[in-house]
T-cell receptor
Framework: GENVEQHPSTLSVQEGDSAVIKCTYS??????FPWYKQELGKRPQLIIDIRSNVGEKKDQRIAVTLNKTAKHFSLHITETQPEDSAVYFC?????????FGAGTRLTVKP | SAVISQKPSRDICQRGTSLTIQCQVD?????MFWYRQQPGQSLTLIATANQGSEATYESGFVIDKFPISRPNLTFSTLTVSNLSPEDSSIYLC???????????FGQGTRLTVV
């Protein structure tokens, strides 16, 4: 089955800096790659996603890139703010089967 | 989008007892998913529940320990039975939105076994 690896497990950045989180997946048939943000004590919520027919997608300060050949995708957050502090999960999905990475705890220091 | 109401939000249970968690969705969905999230860890899929058929369990999870009901297209329950301290975790239900992509989650049930 699908195996998703996510790095780093923790990331600390200064407010205003950029943050990058990387994931790799094993199943070349996976075709949907969402990113979820989970604040402390809350449920995961989708922040951005990308499909396998697209290489890059951007939404304000957040962007995701996908390299299908290498089977990896990344989340980029620019101009980080303290409210970006949370745990971020990547996922890879095909046919309603979604598998999550281990998560990255991002801390943005003011 | 989908709105999921999950309860209880938390519970403290004695060893050897069971806890049943309920999830109600505001729309009809074919599949509902149950996850376990241990503190500081990722979301581990326990099982997929389809209406009208038995749930499909992931490796390491068995029906006797985690029986699931799916009586209709908007509701499901997960029971964690014969509780031990190792079962202390957060349990979340999830559904996929229209198009079968974005996952929506319940607010989670924090279970503590004493």
């Amino acid at each position: 089955g699908e195996n998703v690896e996510q790095h780093p497990s923790t990331l600390s950045v200064q407010e205003g800096d950029s943050a990058v989180i990387k994931c790799t997946y094993s199943d070349s048939a996976s075709n949907y790659f969402p990113w979820y943000k989970q604040e402390l004590g809350k449920r995961p919520q989708l922040i951005i996603d990308i499909r396998s027919n697209v290489g890059e997608k951007k939404d304000q300060r957040i962007a995701v890139t996908l390299n299908k050949t290498a089977k990896h995708f990344s989340l980029h957050i620019t101009e980080t703010q303290p409210e970006d502090s949370a745990v971020y999960f990547c996922a890879a999905s095909k046919d309603n089967d979604m598998r999550f990475g281990a998560g990255t705890r991002l801390t943005v220091k003011p | 989008s989908a709105v999921i109401s999950q309860k209880p939000s938390r519970d403290i249970c004695q060893r050897g007892t069971s806890l049943t968690i309920q999830c109600q969705v505001d729309s009809q969905v074919t599949m509902m998913f149950w996850y376990r999230q241990q503190p500081g860890q990722s979301l581990t899929l326990i099982a997929t529940a389809n209406q009208g058929s038995e749930a499909t369990y992931e490796s390491g999870f068995v029906i006797d320990k985690f029986p699931i009901s799916r009586p209709n297209l908007t509701f499901s329950t997960l029971t964690v039975s014969n509780l031990s301290p190792e079962d202390s975790s957060i349990y979340l239900c999830s559904v996929l939105g229209t198009g079968g992509t974005e996952a929506f989650f319940g607010q989670g049930t924090r279970l503590t076994v004493v």
